[in-house]
Nanobody, 123 residues
Framework: QLQLVESGGGLVQPGGSLRLSCTDS????????IGWFRQAPGKEREGISC???????HYEGTMKGRFTISRDKVNNTVHLQMNSLEPEDTAVYYC?????????????????WGRGTQVTVSS
């Protein structure tokens, strides 16, 4: 079983950037589709971006251009680079992993979830 751990969250001013990381210390993520989701208070968990095992990427429409997902196989980590952050991006950010081929945001396809990292965008 995977034990996903997210890191890189924090407090940032509007217009700033953060890079989130998702890793598993024991098992390789190479064979998994990895997705990033977020959940703001009182809202549903929503998909942001995902990367398949063959490194095809997909973004939720409004995130494309601001967020970039990438896979670092050497360090067994998937990153989410977030630029031009806005207060509306404030949420807990989760990474998830699943053994399916086509990258997407159907939560039931992801078998493993991290505990999340808080991102707060505020001046």
């Amino acid at each position: 079983q995977l034990q996903l751990v997210e890191s890189g969250g924090g407090l940032v001013q509007p217009g700033g950037s953060l890079r989130l990381s998702c890793t598993d210390s024991g098992k390789t993520l190479d064979y998994y589709t990895i997705g990033w989701f977020r959940q703001a208070p009182g809202k549903e968990r929503e998909g942001i971006s995902c990367i398949s095992s063959d490194d095809n990427t997909h973004y939720e429409g409004t995130m494309k251009g601001r967020f970039t997902i990438s896979r670092d196989k050497v360090n067994n980590t998937v990153h989410l680079q977030m630029n031009s952050l806005e207060p509306e991006d404030t949420a807990v950010y989760y990474c998830a992993a699943g053994l399916f081929r086509l990258c997407g945001f159907l939560k039931y396809e992801y078998d493993y979830w991290g505990r999340g990292t808080q991102v707060t965008v505020s001046s």
